[in-house]
């Protein structure tokens, strides 16, 4: 396998590329639809009955189907890389909302209370109050649906869209299991950086939490 | 839309649905696929599960495998278990098996883990041995959570078995694979709805299945709120993982 690597650098490199992208749109959408939905489901009864079943039932459908059954829907072309970055977005916000609205939910009235009672309007306690405090569950949920993405992406190899699923298909043509594992390490490798610089942002972001650690005595 | 269209036409015809290679076919094979790896993958998660949950060891483990599953690609699995064990179904039932025991061990062990300790205790006091125990107070007690790993195991089977088609012609990814190379796209379409529309039944089945089998005591009554119900459900473990 390192045998392999040594001589495919330049592919590599090409698929990897093309794997990333289809990974990070799919992970932005999520984020951007999931956190003022489940922001809004943490205080909606209604939407909260609408949006969890909803998800469940999103989540249960195979992404290959997934991806075959959009074109239909959206009048793209079969084999278009959209489909998969409409799918993957889809599966995402099928986890998301759900974490989201959690995290939302438990935010304490007592603190959204205290910020109204000081003027806060709702955008800035939205912002500075709700945000926050759901931070860490949202930058949880963010961890699970970034690495669960990156492997899901490799599915799209069969349609055509690319990315390192690419060396499972030719590896498997070609009878090359280096080819396939080196794609499996890749890959793998690829969700541990994404879920590492994930957790490195989050400490980044969110110093406080480090201020609950237990403190270290200097003496 | 106009090939939505299509694709249902084609589904109505006793042609798409009969023969060898019909849709009826597919779905019988699939869900034998899904069975058999389900079954295998109980004789590894449960014992294994209960073993982690009613000794408290080896937890890390647990965690560590229910982590990969997440990351590990499907189809990589699919086809270096094909390449590595040769043509035919030994090869997919041993990929899905990896990625359906992580969810399946998951549930087990974090429902027994979440069972009252006081019942284990009231239990060992009035003379259960360590296998009543287990058979008698933590299984029973776990029994909704177990079924929570199980379902999503379900899922997870019945997704990848769709890719696997890739390296073992058979069951609903076949017709899907096989229309995509003749780009008969009623064909794919079809198929694909057929496979979602089992993957949704089954979930919907399992999910009446969990309930019917939860003690009413421990069932999330709807007087006590949905707030408590939900503070109530064991959640870190069971994420429900998609890998397929």
């Given at each position: 396998?390192?045998?392999?690597?040594?001589?495919?650098?330049?592919?590599?490199?090409?698929l990897?590329e093309?794997?990333?992208?289809?990974?990070?749109?799919?992970?932005?959408?999520?984020?951007?639809?999931?956190?003022?939905?489940?922001?809004?489901?943490?205080?909606?009864?209604?939407?909260?009955?609408?949006?969890?079943?909803?998800?469940?039932?999103?989540?249960?459908?195979?992404?290959?189907?997934?991806?075959?059954?959009?074109?239909s829907?959206?009048?793209?072309?079969?084999?278009?890389?959209?489909?998969?970055?409409?799918?993957?977005?889809?599966?995402?916000?099928?986890?998301?909302?759900?974490?989201?609205?959690?995290?939302?939910?438990?935010?304490?009235?007592?603190?959204?209370?205290?910020?109204?009672?000081?003027?806060?309007?709702?955008?800035?306690?939205f912002?500075?109050?709700?945000?926050?405090?759901?931070?860490?569950?949202?930058?949880?949920?963010?961890?699970?649906?970034?690495?669960?993405?990156?492997?899901?992406?490799?599915?799209?190899?069969?349609?055509?869209?690319?990315?390192?699923?690419?060396?499972?298909?030719?590896?498997?043509?070609?009878?090359?299991?280096?080819?396939?594992?080196a794609?499996?390490?890749?890959?793998?490798?690829?969700?541990?950086?994404?879920?590492?610089?994930?957790?490195?942002v989050?400490?980044?972001?969110?110093?406080?939490r480090?201020?609950?650690?237990?403190?270290?005595?200097?003496? | 839309?106009?090939?939505?269209?299509?694709?249902?036409?084609?589904?109505?015809?006793?042609?798409?649905w009969?023969?060898?290679?019909?849709?009826?076919?597919?779905?019988?094979?699939?869900?034998?696929?899904?069975?058999?790896?389900?079954?295998?993958?109980?004789?590894?998660?449960?014992?294994?599960?209960?073993?982690?949950?009613?000794?408290?060891?080896?937890?890390?483990?647990?965690v560590?495998?229910?982590?990969?599953?997440?990351?590990?690609?499907?189809l990589?699995?699919?086809?270096?278990?094909?390449?590595?064990?040769?043509?035919?179904?030994?090869?997919?039932?041993?990929?899905?098996?990896?990625?359906?025991?992580?969810?399946?061990?998951?549930?087990?062990?974090?429902?027994?883990?979440?069972?009252?300790?006081?019942?284990?205790?009231?239990?060992?006091?009035?003379?259960?041995?360590?296998?009543?125990v287990?058979?008698?107070?933590?299984?029973?007690?776990?029994?909704?959570?177990?079924?929570?790993?199980?379902r999503?195991?379900?899922?997870?089977?019945?997704?990848?078995?769709?890719?696997?088609?890739?390296?073992?012609?058979?069951?609903?990814?076949?017709?899907?694979?096989?229309?995509?190379?003749?780009?008969?796209?009623?064909?794919?379409?079809?198929?694909?709805?057929?496979?979602?529309?089992?993957?949704?039944?089954?979930?919907?089945?399992?999910?009446?299945?969990?309930?019917?089998?939860?003690?009413?005591?421990?069932?999330?009554?709807?007087?006590?709120?949905?707030?408590?119900?939900?503070?109530?459900?064991?959640?870190?473990?069971?994420?429900?993982?998609?890998?397929?």
């Amino acid at each position: 396998m390192i045998h392999w690597f040594t001589h495919n650098g330049g592919r590599l490199g090409g698929l990897l590329e093309q794997h990333v992208v289809l990974t990070l749109w799919p992970l932005a959408a999520t984020l951007v639809l999931s956190i003022p939905l489940g922001a809004a489901a943490a205080r909606l009864r209604w939407l909260r009955r609408v949006l969890l079943p909803l998800s469940g039932v999103l989540y249960t459908i195979p992404s290959l189907a997934l991806f075959l059954t959009l074109p239909s829907l959206l009048g793209t072309r079969v084999l278009d890389p959209v489909n998969v970055v409409v799918a993957l977005s889809i599966y995402g916000c099928a986890l998301m909302v759900r974490t989201a609205t959690d995290a939302f939910s438990q935010v304490p009235a007592t603190a959204r209370e205290a910020a109204t009672a000081i003027g806060y309007g709702p955008a800035r306690r939205f912002l500075t109050v709700d945000l926050p405090l759901a931070a860490p569950v949202l930058l949880a949920g963010t961890r699970v649906v970034a690495v669960s993405t990156v492997s899901l992406v490799s599915v799209g190899a069969l349609i055509g869209v690319g990315g390192l699923g690419v060396l499972f298909t030719t590896g498997y043509q070609r009878s090359y299991p280096a080819e396939v594992g080196a794609g499996i390490v890749t890959i793998l490798a690829l969700a541990l950086l994404l879920d590492g610089l994930l957790l490195g942002v989050g400490r980044l972001l969110m110093p406080w939490r480090r201020a609950t650690a237990p403190e270290r005595r200097s003496r | 839309m106009n090939l939505l269209h299509e694709a249902f036409s084609w589904l109505t015809t006793a042609d798409a649905w009969g023969g060898s290679d019909g849709l009826g076919r597919a779905v019988v094979d699939h869900l034998s696929i899904v069975a058999v790896t389900f079954l295998v993958s109980a004789a590894v998660g449960v014992p294994a599960g209960v073993l982690i949950g009613h000794t408290g060891r080896g937890r890390v483990v647990g965690v560590v495998l229910a982590n990969a599953a997440r990351a590990l690609p499907t189809l990589g699995l699919v086809t270096l278990f094909a390449l590595g064990l040769g043509i035919g179904i030994v090869a997919p039932v041993v990929a899905l098996t990896v990625l359906a025991v992580p969810p399946l061990l998951a549930g087990v062990y974090s429902g027994i883990e979440n069972v009252d300790r006081e019942a284990v205790q009231a239990a060992r006091a009035v003379g259960f041995t360590q296998r009543q125990v287990i058979t008698q107070v933590e299984l029973p007690l776990a029994l909704p959570v177990i079924l929570g790993g199980a379902r999503s195991a379900v899922l997870q089977i019945v997704a990848t078995a769709t890719v696997a088609a890739y390296v073992w012609p058979h069951g609903l990814g076949a017709p899907i694979l096989s229309g995509l190379a003749l780009s008969d796209y009623p064909r794919v379409l079809g198929a694909s709805v057929v496979v979602i529309v089992l993957a949704v039944v089954l979930d919907v089945l399992l999910a009446g299945l969990q309930r019917l089998l939860t003690p009413r005591a421990m069932r999330p009554a709807r007087a006590r709120g949905r707030q408590r119900a939900r503070d109530h459900a064991p959640v870190a473990d069971l994420a429900p993982d998609r890998v397929g």
